[in-house]
C-alpha cells in the first residue's frame, strides 16, 4: 500500500519561500510510470492542482503559479519536494502531496488522476 | 482553464438513501473525469476514474456515469462513513481542475 507525508513548516511569514518534502513509502520514486504531485486546498474552498513531475524530470506546473514554483525528486530518500516562492496570504491552504500513475504515451495529461494522497500539511502564510 | 460545476454544493440524506452528485464542465471531457471522497484530517480517497471505473477497495454502492460536459457520481444505500465532500476532476486539459466540492451530510 502506498503512503505520503507531507513536511514542512506550518507558518510561513509573507513574501518568504515555502518548502515542503513529501516522503514516500510503499512505492519508489524512480517509478517512472507515476507523476508525484501536488495539490492545494483553501480555506473553505476546493482543491487546486499546483503540478507534478516524474522521476525523468518530466514537470507540469499550473499555469497560474508556475514563475513562484519549482519541483524536485530525491530518489535516494524516496521522497519529492516542492518550493514555492513570495508566499502571500492567498497561499495559506492544506497542501496535500499525491501519486499520479501514468497513462501511457497516447494520453495526453500524462497523469490523469490522483491514486494515493498524503494527509495534508496546513500552511498559514502571516507576519 | 475548464471550469467544473458541481450541484448541489451540499446536501442532508439519511442511511440508506440514495445521492447524486452532479459534475458540469464548460467544456466536453470525453470522459476523463474522476471523484474524491474527503473527510477533514484524512487523506483524500479515489473512488472513480475514466467516468466509471471504481478505484481499488471502493465499494460497488459508488457509481460513475456521464459523457461530453455533464457527469455523475451516485452513491446507492448510503452508510455512515459516506458522510464527506466529494469532489469531481477533469483531465481533458492542463491545468487539471477539481470542481468546487459537495458537502454531504446527515439528516
Known amino acids: 500500500q502506498v503512503q505520503l507525508q507531507e513536511s514542512g513548516p506550518t507558518l510561513v511569514k509573507p513574501s518568504q519561500t515555502l518548502s515542503l518534502t513529501c516522503t514516500v513509502s510503499g512505492a519508489s520514486v524512480r517509478n517512472g510510470n507515476d507523476f508525484w504531485t501536488w495539490i492545494r486546498q483553501h480555506p473553505e474552498r476546493g482543491l487546486e492542482w499546483i503540478g507534478y513531475?516524474?522521476?525523468?524530470?518530466?514537470?507540469f506546473y499550473n499555469p497560474s503559479l508556475r514563475s513562484r514554483l519549482s519541483f524536485s525528486v530525491d530518489t535516494s530518500k524516496n521522497e519529492f519536494s516542492l518550493r514555492m516562492t513570495f508566499m502571500s496570504d492567498a497561499d495559506t491552504a492544506v497542501y496535500y502531496c499525491?501519486?499520479?500513475?501514468?497513462?501511457?504515451?497516447?494520453?495526453?495529461?500524462?497523469?490523469?488522476?490522483?491514486?494515493?494522497w498524503g494527509q495534508g500539511t496546513p500552511v498559514t502564510v502571516s507576519s | 482553464d475548464i471550469q467544473l460545476t458541481q450541484s448541489p454544493s451540499s446536501l442532508s440524506a439519511s442511511v440508506g438513501d440514495t445521492v447524486i452528485i452532479t459534475c458540469r464542465a464548460t467544456q466536453g471531457l470525453l470522459n476523463s473525469s474522476a471523484w474524491y471522497q474527503v473527510k477533514p484530517g484524512k487523506a483524500p480517497k479515489l473512488l472513480l476514474y475514466g467516468t466509471s471505473v471504481l478505484a481499488s477497495r471502493v465499494p460497488s454502492r459508488f457509481s460513475g456515469n456521464g459523457s461530453r460536459a455533464d457527469y455523475t457520481l451516485t452513491i446507492t444505500n448510503l452508510q455512515p462513513e459516506d458522510f464527506a465532500t466529494y469532489y469531481c476532476q477533469q483531465s481533458y486539459s492542463f491545468p487539471l481542475t477539481f470542481g468546487g466540492g459537495t458537502k454531504v451530510e446527515i439528516k
Open positions: 499525491a501519486r499520479a500513475p501514468y497513462c501511457g504515451p497516447d494520453c495526453y495529461p500524462p497523469g490523469e488522476y490522483f491514486q494515493d
Open positions: 513531475i516524474s522521476v525523468s524530470g518530466r514537470t
